[in-house]
Structure formats: structure tokens, C-alpha cells
């Protein structure tokens, strides 16, 4: 299968990631399909993490000596690059946190503690969906508790994609707030942005797009998804862990108060009284994520030369022919969109009436990593009537070779239950 339209050169790329050469359970070669978890790192950002240790380690920004601004450059220049790589107007609309987690949280905090007209309190609303991560329900919940604010979703239709059909009494002139993922983390469905941000746009309400799982896999534009904020996280786009990025737009980082107090996001500071350093430093208190984000910085450089087009146009011949060969599978549902169009590089399944744990446990023996569970997204799993899923992920140096492992796996698997 290796004439599948559209792929990579993946005998290369796979040079570049030590750790796809390792062998696990004695001998069997690793099968890497956790990416939607955690990528794997190639050389490159390896290298860039240890030259910063070994050469340039200190401080940044108001170090004077040649070490400090050293670091200061690289750390700063990893937020131009990230800028680059995601089309943002203006480099100081790039924040850097330590995980995507953090980014949504700084939103709905940010919000909870704002001035009108972008406070979030009693007799206001909250909009998002039953697809989310964890991530992107737990700080709403909260907020939400806080402050009065009514939590209001989308659910889910039986093929994986969101119910828009009641869109108008959803997001509605209470709304707030509508924060929504790009690219789900279980089904794999991208989600229509154009109609969710026109609906928003219509009532004033602000959008925060969660793209963790688009950012590694496509190109992503943030002034043409037209949304407030984009949040995403390193270490699933070939980065360190430790590393997230939030963007937001300018005019509104500049209204809107931080939430973590300390050193670097200040102006001036009395016993009284303080001030606030201009964005992005207002929302990076403390000693940032240096490395990690030297580390961010060589993951951009190495995912760009290679094209971001092209990963896509990879990952979606490797995912149609992952969806032909597990559907052949006796006993197997796919939960979600069972066809490549408008979907992402990660498939959720079960198999019979085999728990998905005792699934991933018969995998990995055979030397397959895959993640099982409701993988931080449990809402998704009570909608389909499962109490978890076996999920497989793809990116950039996954091969056709490892779909036929993977459903070869899976017949072992149905095999060794009988």
C-alpha cells in the first residue's frame, strides 16, 4: 500500500525520530499510533533542546549579560516563528503557556475577572460542546459556578458531527462566550467554523477555538478562522512537553486583565499599587518555559519545511485507508465519521464486547501503542452508550505498513477473546 496517493517520504522522515528505531516486548518493533496523545520528537528539536542547555541557559529579558540575552533571543524568537507558523497579525498576540489546559483556563479566568463588555456573570451564557476535552469543559463548569453564568452546549448527531440545526437558540444575545475544538480529540471530526463563528459574530458573543489537535496536522490560519483566541499545545506537534500557545487578539489582550501575578508581567510595582506590562508579557508571569519554547521554535522549523499541506494531504491518505481496513474488521464500530472527508488523523473504535482496555493491553503486547479509555473526553462516550473506546492516531511518519499491523492487531485481539 505504500502507492497510496499523496504521502510523504516517510522512510526519511522516520530517520529523524530516534525513538521510532526502538523495539519493545522483546523485539517487536514499535507501532507508535498515540499521536492524538503525545507526538513523537524528531532530531532536530532534540538537538535545539540540549544546544540551550549546554550553550545559552539563563534568565530572560532584563539579564545584561551574554548568556541572558542569548536565551532572550532564542525565547523571543520562537514566539516570531510560532507567529509565522500560524498567520498571526502581530507576534505580540502570542502567548506561551505551559499546555493548552492552561491556555483555555486563562481565557475563561481572564473573562470572569473583565469589565464589560466582555465580563462573564449572572444572566450571561456560556456556549460550548459535547465533543470537548476536559480541558474545555471543566474551566466553563467553574466559571460558570462562580460567577451565575448559564453553561449551555451542542450535542452530538449519530455520526460523529455536531447538532447545529438548533444553532439560533444556542448562541444566543446572552452569550458571552463560545469556545468550541477544531478538530476532535476522539471522533476525529472538524468541525465547521465558518458557521459557528457567523453565528457569534451576529450576537456579540467572542469564540475560543481549542486547535490541540488541528495545529500539528494542518495548516492553520488564525485571521482566516476569523475567532478571539486559538489555543494549542507543543508537545502533539513534534515539541517538548511544558510548551503551549495561546493567541489572542490584540485589541483584546490589551483590555483584558491577566490572572497569574508575579515577576515579568508587570510594569511597575508599589506596596499600593501595580501596573501591567504590555501583551504578551501580562500573561506570562513568572520564568517562562524557556527551552520548551526553544524546543516549540525547531518543532515549527522542522514541520514547516516539510509543508504543512503536505502532512495534511499524508495524514488523510493514511486515515481513508486505516477507516477501509478497520471497517473490515468483524464486530468493529467506529465511533464517529467513518469517512476521511472533514476528519482528522485520529479513529476511536470498539471491537465487540471486548473491553477496550483488555484491547489495548493485546496490542501493546504485539508491540502496538494505541490509547484506550474516554481519553479526557467522557461526555462523548455517554453520548454513544460506551464506557470507553480504543483509539488509534496518525501523523506525519505513520505508514500504511502500521495500519495493516494495527488491523492485524485487531484480529490477534478477537482471536485471543475468542
Given amino acids: 500500500m505504500s502507492g497510496l496517493p499523496g504521502l510523504l517520504d516517510t522512510e526519511a522522515i522516520r530517520k529523524d525520530f530516534p525513538i521510532l528505531d526502538r523495539t519493545v516486548h522483546e523485539g517487536r518493533p514499535l507501532v507508535y499510533l498515540d499521536n492524538a496523545a503525545s507526538s513523537q520528537k524528531p532530531r532536530q ?18 539579564g545584561v549579560h551574554v548568556l541572558a540575552e542569548e536565551a532572550t533571543a532564542l525565547y523571543e524568537g520562537a514566539r516570531d516563528k510560532v507567529a509565522a507558523f500560524i498567520n498571526a497579525p502581530s507576534r505580540d ?4 503557556t505551559k499546555n493548552a489546559s492552561e491556555s483555555l483556563n486563562l481565557v475563561a479566568n481572564m473573562l470572569g475577572l473583565a469589565d464589560e463588555p466582555y465580563r462573564v456573570d449572572s444572566g450571561t451564557e456560556i456556549v460550548i460542546t459535547e465533543m470537548e476535552h476536559h480541558s474545555n469543559i471543566v474551566p466553563w463548569q467553574l466559571l460558570a459556578q462562580r460567577t451565575g453564568a448559564k453553561l449551555k452546549w451542542f450535542g452530538l448527531t449519530d455520526e460523529g458531527r455536531l447538532d447545529l440545526s438548533r444553532i439560533d437558540e444556542v448562541i444566543t444575545e446572552r452569550t458571552k462566550i463560545v469556545s468550541f475544538v477544531l478538530v476532535s480529540n476522539v471522533l476525529g471530526t472538524h468541525n465547521p467554523v465558518e458557521a459557528i463563528v457567523r453565528r457569534a459574530q451576529q450576537v456579540g458573543a467572542l469564540v475560543l477555538i ?28 513534534c515539541g517538548p512537553t511544558g510548551i503551549g500557545v495561546l493567541w489572542g487578539r490584540q485589541e483584546l489582550l490589551e483590555d483584558l486583565p491577566p490572572f497569574l501575578g508575579g515577576g515579568e508581567m508587570i510594569e511597575t510595582v508599589t506596596m499600593s499599587s501595580s501596573t501591567y506590562a504590555p501583551a504578551p508579557h501580562k500573561f506570562e508571569a513568572g520564568t517562562p518555559p524557556i527551552a520548551q519554547a526553544v524546543g516549540l521554535g525547531a518543532a515549527v522549523d522542522y514541520l ?9 494531504a499524508h495524514e488523510q491518505a493514511i486515515t481513508g485507508y486505516a477507516l ?9 464500530r467506529i465511533i464517529g465519521p467513518v469517512t476521511p472527508e472533514d476528519r482528522g488523523a485520529t479513529i476511536s473504535f470498539t471491537l465487540g464486547d471486548i473491553h477496550p482496555h483488555d484491547v489495548g493491553q493485546v496490542l501493546d503486547e504485539q508491540g502496538i501503542a494505541v490509547r484506550v479509555g474516554h481519553h479526557c473526553a467522557r461526555p ?10 480504543t483509539r488509534a492516531s496518525f501523523y506525519l511518519y505513520s505508514t500504511p505498513a502500521e495500519v495493516d499491523a494495527l488491523a492485524d492487531g485487531l484480529e490477534y485481539v478477537r482471536g485471543f477473546f475468542g
Fill in 324 to 332: 477501509e481496513r478497520l471497517c473490515r474488521v468483524e464486530g468493529l
Fill in 304 to 312: 514547516s519545511a516539510i509543508g504543512m499541506e503536505r502532512i495534511a
Fill in 210 to 237: 481549542d486547535a490541540s489537535q488541528a495545529a500539528p496536522h494542518m495548516p492553520l490560519d488564525v485571521q482566516s478562522l476569523q475567532a478571539d483566541f486559538v489555543a494549542f499545545t507543543g508537545h502533539k506537534m
Fill in 380 to 389: 462523548v462516550c455517554l453520548r454513544y452508550g460506551i464506557p470507553a473506546t
Fill in 93 to 96: 498576540e502570542v502567548v506561551f
Fill in 45 to 62: 528539536v532534540l538537538d535545539a533542546l540540549a544546544d540551550y542547555y549546554e550553550r545559552h541557559h539563563a534568565n530572560v529579558h532584563r
